[in-house]
C-alpha cells in the first residue's frame, strides 16, 4: 500500500522591513537613553538662569501655538476626507480614510495616557537650571523627582508624529502626496521637539520617544495585523 504524502507547509513569515527597521529604531532610543546625552544637550542649551527661549515669540507663538492650530486644522482635513469622501480625496477607500482617523487618535491617546502617568518632569524644573529638582531617568519608574511630572514623552510633537500614518493611507491612491505627507510630519516633528527642547520644556528623548511611539502604533496597525492574520491562514 503506498503511503500518503507528507501535507504541504506554508512557508514561514518573514518580519516586514518596517518591524526591522522599528526595532533597530528602538535600540538607538535605548543607547540614547543609557548615555545620558539628554543632560549634555540641555546643558548647552540652558544655564542656572533658565532658558533664553522659553519666553521668545518664536517658539511660544510660532511653535508652541501655531504648531496646535496646524495640528488641528490636518485633523479637520482627514474628518472632511471622511465626511465627503467624493469631494476630498476621491482615490482612497473607505477603510483607509477611516484607518487613517483612527490611527491619528490613537496615536494622540497613547502619548496622551503616558504623560498622564509620568513622574517625568520638565528640563525648566530642574535645579541647575533655576528649578527646584534634581533629575531622574524615565526608567526609574515609582521614583519621582520632586516636580510635577507628566512631561514624557512629547505631547508636542505628537502633533505632528500622530499623522505618520496618513503616508500609509495615501501611498496606494497618492503616492507623490504620500511621500510629501510623510517628509512634511517628519519635519514639523523635529521643528515641534526643537522648539520644546530651546524652551526647556522637553528632553531630546522625549521628541524621539515620541516619534517611535507613533511609528509602533502604525506599524502595528497596518502592517502587523496583516502579518499575523496571514501566518494563522497558513497554519
Not at 79 to 107: D, M, S
Not at 110 to 123: E, G, H, Q
Not at 174 to 190: D, E, F, H, K
Request: proline share 5%; hydrophobic share 55%; net charge positive.
Amino acid at each position: 500500500m503506498q503511503s500518503r504524502p507528507p501535507p504541504l507547509r506554508a512557508p514561514a513569515a518573514r518580519l516586514p522591513v518596517a518591524v526591522w527597521a522599528l526595532l533597530l529604531g528602538l535600540a538607538a532610543l535605548l543607547a540614547w537613553d543609557a548615555s545620558g546625552l539628554d543632560l549634555q544637550v540641555m546643558r548647552h542649551v540652558g544655564s542656572a538662569a533658565g532658558f533664553a527661549w522659553r519666553e521668545s515669540w518664536f517658539t511660544t507663538l510660532l511653535i508652541h501655538q501655531g504648531g496646535r492650530l496646524l495640528s488641528w486644522a490636518a485633523i479637520g482635513c482627514i474628518l472632511l476626507a471622511n465626511l465627503w469622501p467624493r469631494q476630498v480625496l476621491p482615490g482612497l477607500t473607505r477603510r483607509e480614510r477611516l484607518g487613517w482617523l483612527l490611527i491619528t487618535l490613537l496615536c494622540l491617546a497613547v502619548v496622551s495616557v503616558i504623560k498622564r502617568f509620568s513622574l517625568t518632569s520638565c528640563p525648566w524644573d530642574l535645579a541647575e537650571f533655576g528649578g527646584t529638582v534634581q533629575y531622574v531617568s524615565h526608567w526609574a519608574f515609582g521614583l519621582t523627582d520632586g516636580g510635577g511630572g507628566h512631561c514624557f514623552p512629547s505631547g508636542h510633537a505628537s502633533a505632528a508624529f500622530a499623522f505618520l500614518c496618513g503616508a500609509w493611507m495615501l501611498a496606494r491612491a497618492y503616492p507623490r502626496l504620500a511621500r510629501a505627507w510623510l517628509a512634511g510630519v517628519i519635519c514639523l516633528g523635529l521643528v515641534y521637539g526643537v522648539g520644546q527642547m530651546l524652551r526647556g520644556a522637553h528632553y531630546p528623548s522625549h521628541t524621539m520617544w515620541t516619534a517611535w511611539i507613533c511609528w509602533a502604533l502604525t506599524v502595528a496597525v497596518v502592517q502587523i495585523q496583516p502579518w499575523v492574520l496571514s501566518r494563522r491562514a497558513a497554519a
